[in-house]
């Protein structure tokens, strides 16, 4: 490591030859850190980026453009390199991200969810990261890779870094067009979106699959274009049943024989009783998810629905046994409870009562839009509405009642 750092080689001049050497190697070495840390947080193997091949051409671009400007200024300071290449960096992801939105339409990336940003295109945290990044670069990586390229056989270095180069702005040509097509095909699969059986959605989703997993703002984008067409098309259904829910609805006596005849066998069942011991706002799970219940059953029914089968199914959309405020008794590791408690509702619906699709299909969805995958029917639609709609009920209950408590405390 001394013989690197002290053999007297100016690591931070460049010329064209070496823009060509380290080109490749910094899109590569970019790329193996986004595989990682995309990878560690999906949990899978993810593909980062625009192209195919295991190369990331902003990463060789950013690296380039540094060692250029240190050739030329040279702070040798690590503060001031610190601040110069933060404000450099995120300034020249801003521009890549304009420029691709520009030219897609679409959005790759974004930091909206971020404080400090700016057009949600680059933000004040990631900034800091790009400066901690390029000072490593600049006083490690950099004269590391310098040095070996340095011992090998130039002329062989040389003409694999061509064919490389090649074959980076070859893959990159054609997954520029390949995002255009896919652009067009997300457009596509929105505007017909209501009009597609189950088996078209996810042939079409598996061919969306990479991009989705490359560009989170892709799939963000998608889950708002078909959160707003659904809302379109059910609008004036809603507010009808809105208005009948103040005006009849709940000032209605309900045939409480038949309701309490479809969810017999499930209310016996002495493992769904535990959801009694259990808080969900202002009371038990058992007794949110008969809330629920009760009303999808007398909507669906209204509407000549299959009301059955959203009654069980809005039962047993909560059947998870743990107190979702805590972590441990989860049968996951970590947090995420709006995203996983479904499929844990589902496990134990299907070990203890025979479940039919629509049934299944309420309790996979009924968290959307925070599922990928919106409901299949109507009748979960309705039931993740409601669901939405007496939470926020019990919220609200909840809260005048701490109120009240601590108003009593006094």
């Known amino acids: 490591m001394k013989e690197i750092f002290f053999s007297g080689i100016n690591y931070y001049s460049i010329s064209y030859k070496e823009i060509f050497l380290y080109f490749p190697v910094y899109a590569f070495l970019g790329w193996i850190g986004e595989v990682i840390y995309r990878s560690s947080v999906q949990k899978k193997f993810i593909n980062p980026g625009l192209i195919i091949g295991p190369f990331l051409p902003l990463y060789g671009s950013i690296s380039i453009i540094i060692i250029a400007i240190y050739s030329?200024?040279?702070?040798?300071?690590?503060?001031?390199?610190?601040?110069?290449?933060?404000?450099l960096v995120t300034f020249l992801e801003y521009l890549a991200a304009a420029l691709a939105e520009n030219y897609f339409k679409v959005r790759l990336w974004e930091y909206d969810d971020y404080r400090f940003n700016i057009k949600g295109r680059v933000c004040l945290r990631f900034a800091f990261f790009w400066g901690a990044y390029v000072l490593i670069f600049l006083y490690i990586i950099h004269p590391i890779i310098a040095y070996s390229l340095s011992k090998v056989n130039s002329q062989k270095v040389s003409w694999a870094a061509i064919i490389v180069n090649i074959g980076i702005a070859i893959d990159f040509l054609i997954s520029v067009q390949a995002m255009k097509r896919f652009v067009s095909t997300l457009h596509y699969f929105i505007e017909g979106y209501l009009?597609?059986?189950?088996?078209?959605?996810?042939?079409?989703?598996?061919?969306?699959?990479?991009q989705f997993q490359s560009f989170g703002a892709l799939r963000k984008y998608a889950d708002l274009k078909l959160k707003n067409k659904f809302e379109d098309k059910f609008s004036k259904q809603l507010v009808i049943i809105k208005k009948y829910f103040n005006e009849k609805l709940f000032s209605r006596k309900p045939d409480?024989?038949?309701?309490?005849?479809?969810?017999?066998?499930?209310?016996?069942?002495?493992?769904?009783?535990?959801l009694e011991n259990f808080l969900h706002h202002d009371s038990s799970i058992?007794?949110?998810?008969?809330?629920?219940?009760?009303?999808?059953?007398?909507?669906?029914?209204?509407?000549?629905?299959?009301?059955?089968?959203?009654?069980?199914?809005?039962?047993?959309?909560?059947?998870?046994?743990?107190?979702?405020?805590?972590?441990?008794?989860?049968?996951?590791?970590?947090g995420m409870h709006g995203f996983k408690h479904p499929k844990v509702a589902l496990k134990n619906s299907e070990k203890h009562f025979s479940i039919n699709t629509v049934e299944k299909d309420i309790i996979l969805r009924h968290m959307w839009p925070l599922t990928i995958i919106p409901p299949r029917f109507k009748e979960s639609i309705i039931v993740s509405l409601i669901d939405k709609y007496v939470s926020s009920q019990e919220s609200v209950l909840a809260v005048k009642n701490n109120i009240k408590k601590h108003k009593n405390l006094k």
């Open 256 to 274: 409480e024989s038949e309701y309490n005849l479809i969810i017999k066998e499930i209310l016996s069942n002495s493992e769904f009783q535990l």
């Open 72 to 87: 030329v200024l040279p702070l040798k300071n690590i503060f001031l390199d610190f601040i110069l290449f933060s404000v």
């Open 286 to 334: 058992l007794n949110h998810a008969k809330k629920v219940s009760y009303t999808c059953y007398k909507i669906t029914k209204l509407l000549g629905l299959d009301y059955v089968s959203a009654a069980r199914g809005a039962l047993l959309h909560d059947f998870f046994l743990y107190d979702w405020r805590k972590l441990e008794g989860r049968p996951y590791e970590g």
């Open 195 to 210: 009009n597609f059986d189950n088996t078209e959605i996810e042939q079409y989703l598996n061919k969306m699959r990479r």
